[in-house]
């Protein structure tokens, strides 16, 4: 990496950890480039994540799906390519997994570390932007995890088409990506009526798309204290995901609705997909 690109990485950090106002300029729905994520993560929003998550709920909603996947295909040494403030990375090491934790924003990988302290655990973190993955991390990996619907926030093909073939990369031959989204299907298609069962399980948040476009799903969270914040997220349909996971070189992807084999497609409020890098299973 550049050291004009380090400089600017750099400066983004520095300026989510100094920010509490999110910033989405006089026209909020034009917003839709990849990089306007740090100044939409910014700290007060960050610190209150984790009431939007409820790790207690998440956990029992989820249950072992996550570690039984990879335990099940011998899966032990992981890359979390989207940390957030930790959830998935502490409970892969909680489990027995051997996990490198990555995120793009400065913020959250500081509440990570917290929380991890907080459990007993030190996370083993490193400060990435995707595009360029396998600068910032060395070696290669059984599985990559990229979940919490943070792969939306790319907004360009370009760029997504690039951060799966770093995912791809920094995999062993035989590794496995699991990616997920939200059903953006539905959203697009039906209208918005997710019940936030499985993922984003705060009771006392409020979560909802307040515009979507076919460029642009830009969700509002409203907290008990009345505190308001906004993503700008890219609306991903399923099969667009599924085809270029494929060009990007895995050689099967199977889908799950809610952690589910079978479903109806406008049901589930999540896709799980995973991805083999060669062909042991079947396309699904």
Same mark, same amino acid.
Not at 81 to 87: D, I, K, N, P, Q
């Given at each position: 990496?550049?050291?004009?690109?380090?400089?600017?990485?750099?400066?983004?950090?520095?300026?989510?950890? =100094?920010?509490?106002?999110?910033?989405?300029?006089?026209?909020?729905?034009?917003?839709?480039?990849?990089?306007?994520?740090?100044?939409?993560?910014?700290?007060?929003?960050?610190?209150?994540?984790?009431?939007?998550?409820?790790?207690?709920?998440?956990?029992?909603? &989820?249950?072992?799906?996550?570690?039984?996947?990879?335990?099940?295909?011998?899966?032990?040494?992981?890359?979390?390519?989207?940390?957030?403030?930790?959830?998935?990375?502490?409970? /892969?090491?909680?489990?027995?997994?051997?996990?490198?934790?990555?995120?793009?924003?400065?913020?959250?990988?500081?509440?990570?570390?917290?929380?991890?302290?907080?459990?007993?655990?030190?996370? %083993?973190?490193?400060?990435?932007?995707?595009?360029?993955?396998?600068? &910032?991390?060395?070696?290669?990996?059984?599985?990559?995890?990229?979940?919490?619907?943070?792969?939306?926030?790319?907004?360009?093909?370009?760029? =997504?088409?690039?951060?799966?073939?770093?995912?791809?990369?920094?995999? %062993?031959?035989?590794?496995?990506?699991?990616?997920?989204?939200?059903?953006?299907?539905?959203?697009?298609?039906?209208?918005?009526?997710?019940?936030?069962?499985?993922?984003?399980?705060?009771?006392?948040?409020?979560?909802?798309?307040?515009?979507?476009?076919?460029?642009?799903?830009?969700?509002?969270?409203?907290?008990?204290?009345?505190? %308001?914040?906004? /993503?700008?997220?890219?609306? /991903?349909?399923?099969?667009?995901?599924?085809?270029?996971?494929?060009?990007?070189?895995?050689?099967?992807? %199977?889908?799950?609705?809610?952690?589910?084999?079978?479903?109806?497609?406008?049901?589930?409020?999540?896709?799980?997909?995973?991805?083999?890098?060669?062909?042991?299973?079947?396309?699904?």
């Amino acid at each position: 990496m550049s050291s004009h690109l380090r400089a600017v990485l750099r400066e983004r950090a520095e300026r989510s950890l =100094r920010s509490s106002d999110q910033d989405f300029g006089p026209d909020p729905t034009a917003v839709r480039e990849t990089d306007h994520f740090h100044a939409e993560y910014v700290q007060s929003f960050v610190e209150k994540w984790d009431e939007l998550i409820d790790w207690d709920s998440r956990a029992e909603s &989820e249950g072992r799906f996550f570690i039984e996947l990879l335990k099940g295909r011998g899966k032990m040494n992981v890359l979390d390519v989207a940390t957030g403030t930790g959830f998935h990375s502490i409970q /892969l090491l909680d489990a027995g997994f051997e996990v490198t934790s990555v995120d793009g924003n400065a913020a959250m990988l500081t509440k990570a570390f917290e929380n991890a302290g907080d459990r007993h655990f030190i996370l %083993k973190t490193i400060h990435a932007d995707w595009r360029w993955l396998n600068r &910032e991390v060395n070696g290669k990996f059984d599985a990559i995890i990229c979940l919490g619907n943070s792969f939306t926030h790319i907004f360009s093909e370009q760029d =997504r088409r690039r951060a799966l073939a770093e995912f791809y990369a920094a995999l %062993k031959h035989d590794g496995i990506l699991i990616l997920d989204q939200r059903n953006y299907d539905a959203i697009l298609d039906d209208g918005f009526s997710s019940k936030h069962k499985y993922y984003y399980c705060g009771d006392e948040v409020v979560a909802e798309p307040e515009y979507v476009d076919e460029g642009l799903a830009r969700f509002q969270y409203t907290f008990p204290d009345g505190s %308001k914040f906004r /993503l700008n997220m890219f609306p /991903l349909r399923k099969n667009y995901v599924r085809r270029i996971v494929r060009e990007a070189g895995f050689a099967s992807v %199977k889908t799950y609705g809610d952690f589910q084999e079978t479903y109806q497609e406008a049901e589930p409020d999540f896709f799980v997909h995973v991805a083999e890098k060669h062909m042991d299973d079947p396309d699904v």
